[in-house]
């Protein structure tokens, strides 16, 4: 298998992985459709767990949120895409999954998620250009 082939494969995966955790959860055809909740409120969840002392929650959800995009803002950068289209699609690769997490009831649907998953993204372009810079 050459170099390529492998990386669209691993890529593939990644986005097969990406969607069973968010979306595709055990039990996800069970519930109703249009079920699921929505907080438009930026940040209230994420910094609810953190006031009522969940601080272990409240680091998963946070860097969970910036560590699963960032391989995607990683993998388009260096794909060779630029910056601002790496992160308006990591943008719209998060609205997509939100709106899932609606209608299929598997999660809230929070923008604070878009927001997250949006500078995980970013961070991928950053470590892409720390990765190019440290291979010269």
Do not use: H
Not at 9 to 21: A, G, N, Q, T
Not at 53 to 81: K, S, T
């Amino acid at each position: 298998m050459d170099k390529r082939t492998f990386r669209i494969l691993m890529f593939s995966l990644y986005l097969f992985v990406l969607f069973r955790i968010t979306v595709f959860r055990d039990g996800w055809a069970a519930n109703g459709l249009f079920s699921g909740t929505v907080v438009w409120v930026p940040f209230q969840t994420i910094f609810g767990y953190l006031t009522k002392g969940q601080i272990g929650y409240f680091v998963y959800l946070f860097v969970g949120n910036l560590l699963w995009f960032a391989p995607f803002g990683f993998y388009l950068r260096m794909r060779g895409l630029a910056v601002w289209k790496t992160i308006l699609l990591t943008a719209a690769l998060s609205v997509l999954i939100e709106l899932l997490q609606f209608v299929f009831g598997t999660g809230c649907t929070e923008l604070e998620d878009v927001l997250l998953n949006t500078a995980g993204g970013a961070l991928g372009c950053a470590l892409a250009a720390l990765y190019r810079k440290l291979k010269k």
